[in-house]
């Protein structure tokens, strides 16, 4: 009895220290942005404005950037109701990031020079257009690349040589569940988010040992004006595909990016559904910590298997409405 009463004990105690060591040693603590200067494209509409309430909230200096000068303009409205001080800079430019490089570069030194270095970036700004690869114009394929990939390289590609220079600086990346494998319909769209991701993981390399840390935002299917947007160009296969995972809130989202960002978190993912892609698809991502890497070790082999049937589960989707469409051509044809 007292021989297990000592076991009992003892593995209490390294319990214990491993808490202890977990909560006052390798937990990452948040970095601060009250008063430092945060610019977040797409900050007009969806999980970017969502992102720039937060920023305010924590005392940050804001900058939103997107295109259209009403919606901007509603969003400083609605970001002026969460000021913490007078003295909080808060607002908007109207600019193109999937433009010019050199008008980009002016936007953002410009801003630099009202509201102080930019600390943070939070490359927000994208879009979805949806549709079985013939399908999709090459119009539109230039459009998605030039504002989700040349977007956010333009932005990051000003800013990141500086953060350098200053030894800190945070960069969020914003692709999707898209980059982690290929769906039914999201043919050019993935292809924007995965060169995004395939971004994000070389400038984690390249700048963490200069202070700067990289995030790269993974969202799933997310209730925004987006969102609504990029519902009307799906085929029924890709609704299907993805419809299964449900829809989060912008607030939520825009939340945990905020916070994998001020603790340096390389990967952020919501949901159970959103890790196990994530884990499945990007086996080489640099996800921190020892027994996050454990955990995936010994789990990445048997979820292999879920993989395999998602895969069969999803043909068989494909499969079942291609016998529809081939049935509606008959009865059109009689
Ligand atoms: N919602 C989802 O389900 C979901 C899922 C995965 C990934 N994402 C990604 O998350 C990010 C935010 O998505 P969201 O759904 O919140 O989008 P959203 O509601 O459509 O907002 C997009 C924002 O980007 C701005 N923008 C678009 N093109 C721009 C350009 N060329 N230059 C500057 N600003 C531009 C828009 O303003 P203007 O049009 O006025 O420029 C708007 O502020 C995107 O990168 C999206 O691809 C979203």
Redesign the pocket.
Known sequence: MEFSWDIIVSLGLVVLAHSIVYVFVMKKRAKSIDGRHVVV????????VCLAMECVTKGAHVTI????EK?LKAAVDQLELVRQRADQKIQYRS????GDYEEVARVLAETEETVGPIYALLN?????ICGVFEEVSVRDVHKLMN??FF?SYNCTRHVLPKMKRAREGIIVI?S??AAMFGIYGYGPYAASKYALRAMAETIAMESREHGVSVTLAL????N????E?EEKSKPRETKIISGGGGLLK?EDMAKAILQDALKGNFISTVGAESWLITMLGGGLLPWDGFFTNLLHALVIGPLRLVGYGLHKYFNSIIRKCAKEDRAGDKVESK
Do not use: K, Y
């Not at 494209?41 to 970017?48: A, C, F, L, R, V």
């Not at 969202?219 to 997310?222: A, F, G, L």
């Not at 925004?224 to 969102?227: E, M």
């Open positions: 494209t797409g900050g007009s509409s969806g999980i970017g950037i997107a295109r259209d919606r600019l193109d990031i999937g927000c700004a994208g879009m979805a504002v989700n977007g914003t999707s569940q969202p799933c299917d997310t925004t004006p987006g969102f947007e912008p």
